[in-house]
C-alpha cells in the first residue's frame, strides 16, 4: 500500500505542536477547571490524562482502519493534544521526548526495538 500524501511538513506542524505545547502549560498554571478542559483533566492528574490518551488512541486506530482521511488527521490531534497533556501531567519535558527521538534517528526500528532492556 502506497501513502497518498507525504508525511513531512515539519515547518507547520512544529508551528502547531509549539503552539499547542505553549497553551498546555499556559493551562496548567493559569487555567480555570471549570472553564479549560486542559485546566480540568490536569488537575485530575496522570491517572486521568493516561486514561484519556488511551481512549484517544482507539479512536485513531479506529478511524485509521474505517474513516475518511479528515477523520484520521482529526482523532491524529487528539492524540497529540493528550499526549502532550500528559507529558506535562507527569512533568516529563518535550526535550525529553526529542531526545529520545534523536536516539533512535539512522537506527531501524527493529534493531531499536530489540536492543530495549525487556519490561518488568
Do not use: C, N
Not at 486521568?48 to 488527521?73: I, P
Not at 521526548?97 to 518488568?120: C, F, T
Amino acid at each position: 500500500m502506497t501513502a497518498k500524501a507525504p508525511l513531512a511538513s515539519p515547518a507547520r506542524l512544529s508551528a502547531a505542536l509549539t503552539h499547542l505545547a505553549e497553551t498546555i502549560d499556559a493551562r496548567a498554571l493559569e487555567g480555570d477547571a471549570a472553564s479549560s478542559w486542559t485546566a480540568k483533566l490536569l488537575a485530575r492528574g496522570p491517572d486521568a490524562a493516561a486514561s484519556k490518551v488511551a481512549e484517544e488512541g482507539g479512536e485513531l486506530a479506529e478511524a485509521v482502519r474505517r474513516e475518511s482521511d479528515e477523520r484520521v488527521a482529526s482523532e491524529a490531534a487528539d492524540v497529540l493534544y493528550h499526549v502532550f497533556v500528559a507529558l506535562r501531567a507527569r512533568g516529563v519535558a518535550l526535550d525529553a521526548v526529542a531526545a529520545a527521538l534523536e536516539k533512535r534517528q539512522g537506527i531501524s526500528g527493529i534493531a531499536e526495538k530489540s536492543a530495549r532492556p525487556a519490561k518488568d
